[in-house]
């Protein structure tokens, strides 16, 4: 008579994949650097946004497929970082008033730069078109150009001061702080840099202005947010 030998149950070993979070970072990464990869060749962004409205609308209206995409990768980059801060404050367990005030900051900071972003999809080509429109006077010329002015002066304002500048800047600030108290020093001080560097573009509001230091507060913060992706993901 023999006796059955008894199997070891084989039990699935279950992988993960990449975390939402770890996803939104790339997402938003991916649709920043689509963005420059697209408009800078086109219309010369970011620096055409100081050029005057005979220079940047005929470039508007040349390039119109290329600008709708662009400033379309753009509006989602800004809108992810809407859900990532949410999210984010899961991955880094930012518990009570930090975790409230992370999710805040964040969700600020994707709304202002959202909303300053729209006006190259829905306001501008039209503007553009009007301006450029041969049986345009010059005094209707110029009245559109006084409206181009104040609607960049006003959303351009919320978009990059308050959303880039000061929620973002702070924002990275509370993520920095908690990396640093949960060991991840070297992400956490790199992020001290990128978010000193976010702030340091709101010294525009006294005429302080410098275009390298606004390039580069964006490329470190990007690469930043990279690192950031990584990081959770090895550790999900």
């Given at each position: ?25 790339l ?18 962004w ?21 600008v ?10 800004a ?60 005094a209707?010329q ?37 990396l640093?108290?949960n ?13 000193a ?11 302080i ?28």
């Amino acid at each position: 008579m023999t006796t059955a030998t008894p199997t070891a149950s084989i039990v699935p070993v279950r992988r993960k994949g990449i975390p939402g979070t770890s996803l939104l970072l790339l997402l938003q990464f991916a649709t920043m650097w689509g963005a420059f990869f697209i408009l800078a060749p086109t219309i010369n962004w970011p620096a055409s946004l100081g050029e005057p409205p005979s220079v940047i609308f005929p470039l508007i209206l040349d390039q119109s497929v290329a600008v709708f995409a662009g400033y379309l990768s753009y509006l989602v980059h800004a809108l992810a970082l809407i859900p990532l801060a949410i999210l984010l404050r899961d991955s880094l367990k930012l518990d009570g008033a930090v975790g409230a005030i992370a999710v805040m900051l964040g969700v600020l900071a994707g709304f202002a730069k959202a909303l300053g972003i729209t006006r190259w999809l829905f306001l501008m080509p039209g503007l553009a078109a009007a301006y450029t429109d041969p049986a345009a006077t010059a005094a209707e010329q110029a009245a559109i150009s006084a409206i181009y002015e104040a609607f960049n002066a006003y959303a351009g304002g919320i978009g990059e001061l308050l959303g880039v500048g000061l929620f973002a800047g702070v924002w990275t600030i509370v993520i920095s702080a908690t990396l640093v108290r949960n060991g991840d020093r070297l992400l956490g001080y790199a992020g001290y840099g990128a978010a000193a560097l976010l702030l340091s573009t709101l010294l525009s509001v006294v005429g302080i202005e410098s275009p390298l230091m606004l390039t580069l507060s964006g490329i470190l913060w990007q690469f930043w947010t990279l690192a950031l992706a990584i990081v959770i993901w090895r550790k999900a």
